[in-house]
């Protein structure tokens, strides 16, 4: 129905342009040049002959226009309508998960908001990627098994992410995986937070810790994805966390 109003106004437009072409195209100066036999032809011709035809066209064109509008907010409802049921019949296995996503978000957001500033502490020393593919989905051969993965996270309870690091000064270096935990125990952290990043770097085992403040402690320590080869680091779906 949309598509027969809209074909209609362009017909209509297309008859006007035909009708009411050289009329149209006159400038205000020819106009004014022409003698009285000619005005007085093109009175008759365009504006009296034609009048009741164009007034035609402009009554038809709220109609078009209103069966458009109408149209169209049936077709939104019938797609809401759609949607609605899509959602009716999702299984409550998928409705759990959609759950779980968002109190791994709303769980973590504290501490998130917390090792951002951690990471603009140390920007000018060591580059920090995030890697957005936070549930390893790039490799994930099933969505059970993507699902599961989602529910691991949530089953941790708290903060843990997974990071990419290199020297600031070294563009070209080797990328360096490593995973950032929120941890509550009593270990003493790094006097700076940038040795802990630097320590990460430079020693092939350990886990080094630092603290944004009194209460939040984070802990580092690498870690390598299967079939993630280092060469393959730099395409990984990252973002700069500030």
Known sequence: ????KLQRIQSDLAKARK?????AEMERGNWVNLNKVKRALYKASFIWAKKKYVQDLIDRWPNNMDVIKVQSNNGWQQQRRRLTREIAHMTPYHTQVAHLLVEI????????????TCCQVVRDEIT??????LFDAFTAETEDQLVERIAQAHEVGHLRLELLLREANRQQAELTRVVVERVFTDAVPESRIVDAFRAILGTLECTPYFASNATTLFCLSKFRRPGDPC???QQSMREVPC
């Open 231 to 233: 060469s393959r680091l």
């Open 19 to 23: 009708k009411l072409g050289r009329l």
């Open 105 to 116: 978000a709303m769980r973590n957001l504290k501490d998130t908001d917390t090792l951002r």
């Open 1 to 4: 129905m949309i598509n027969e």
């Open 128 to 133: 920090v990627f995030l890697d957005l593919d």
